[in-house]
Every structure is written in C-alpha cells, then in structure tokens.
Nanobody, 116 residues
Framework: QEQLVESGGGLVQAGGSLRLSCAAS?????IGWFRQAPGKERKFVAS????????SYAASVKGRFTISRDGAQNTVYLQMNSLKTEDTAVYYC????????????WGQGTQVTVSS
C-alpha cells in the first residue's frame, strides 16, 4: 500500500523560508502539493511528474515556491521562500498513478504558520 509522509512544517515569520518534504513509499506518476487554510477548500500549490517534467505552480506561489524531488530517496520537496501570512495552511502531498485525473492517495498533512 502506497504511503506519503509529510514533514518540515512549522512557525516562521513573514519573509522567511521553510522546506517541506514528502517521503513516498513508492513512485507515482505525478506528485503534487496542496494546502488547506482554516474554513477553506484544499487548493493546488505545485506538482511535477516523478520523471522531473511537467512542473506546475499556482499563480499565488509562482516565483516563491519550488518543487523538486530526490529520486534516490523517493522524496519530493517544496521549498517555500518569501513566505506570507496568507500561506498559512495545512500542506498535503498527494500522488497520482496516472497523468491526469484525481489524486489517488494523500499524506496526513503538515501545518505551516506564517506570522506577521
């Protein structure tokens, strides 16, 4: 059974940086990062194919966040720079076994809090 485990969340001041990690028990076709703020729906942040291509970002994070992966470690990262208070959310990684469609499984989430 495939599993995803996120880590790296925490409390940071606005303008600071954090790096989130998503350790996967198996490779998937696509890995994505999503986030959910209190009282709001889960939203897309970034994604990439496990092969390294097709990198995509939400407009709100483009230029500040970078998704990458370490194939040898089966780990996907989300480097978050220039953090803003509106980036506060629970961040989830998800995996998709195919190129398109719904994500098939998710991690438990990691809290990111950005203070002003």
């Amino acid at each position: 059974q495939e599993q995803l485990v996120e880590s790296g969340g925490g409390l940071v001041q606005a303008g600071g940086s954090l790096r989130l990690s998503c350790a996967a028990s198996a490779r998937a076709f696509t890995i994505g990062w999503f986030r959910q703020a209190p009282g709001k729906e889960r939203k897309f942040v970034a994604s990439m194919r496990w092969s390294g291509g097709n990198i995509s970002y939400a407009a709100s994070v483009k230029g500040r966040f970078t998704i990458s992966r370490d194939g040898a470690q089966n780990t996907v990262y989300l480097q978050m720079n220039s953090l803003k208070t509106e980036d506060t959310a629970v961040y989830y990684c998800g995996a998709r076994r195919k190129a398109f469609g719904d994500y098939d499984y998710w991690g438990q989430g990691t809290q990111v809090t950005v203070s002003s």
